[in-house]
């Protein structure tokens, strides 16, 4: 099960920090990561991170403004959101993946057994 929280409002240029709770089985977590729905699009890919190693993968679209990061003692993921921009205006979703790497998360979103409920987060110009 995971459970996202930290959405909200904020201006340009501001920051917000994602936070995700994850409980059940987790001794075969192998990646957890960040989607993101903007109204009337398609969900995206963020940011995903390897549960074991650490290692970190972006979508262009996030990449240096984003930082994803994990707490192996608290099982939780966290989404470091920095110069938002109103076009990062979307609900946030963290999922998980047994199999997948950061990097294969965005496009093998459909084989992803684990969502959480969303977070919405919006930017206003």
């Known amino acids: 099960q995971l459970q996202a929280c930290g959405g909200g409002l904020v201006q340009a240029g501001g920051s917000l920090r994602l936070s995700c709770a994850a409980s059940?089985?987790?001794?075969?977590?192998?990646?957890l990561g960040w989607f993101r729905q903007a109204p009337g699009k398609e969900r995206e890919f963020a940011a995903g991170?390897?549960?074991?190693?650490?290692?970190?993968y972006y979508a262009d679209s996030v990449k240096g403004r984003f930082t994803i990061s994990r707490d192996n003692a608290k099982n939780t993921v966290a989404l470091q959101m920095n110069n938002l921009k109103p076009e990062d205006t979307a609900v946030y979703f963290c999922?998980?993946?047994?199999?997948?790497?950061?990097?294969?998360?965005?496009?093998?979103?459909?084989?992803?057994?684990?969502w959480g409920q969303g977070t919405l987060v919006t930017v206003s110009s």
């Open positions: 999922t998980a993946s047994r199999v997948l790497s950061p990097r294969q998360m965005g496009p093998h979103q459909k084989t992803l057994p684990f």
């Open positions: 059940g089985r987790l001794f075969d977590i192998f990646t």
């Open positions: 991170i390897s549960w074991s190693d650490g290692s970190t």
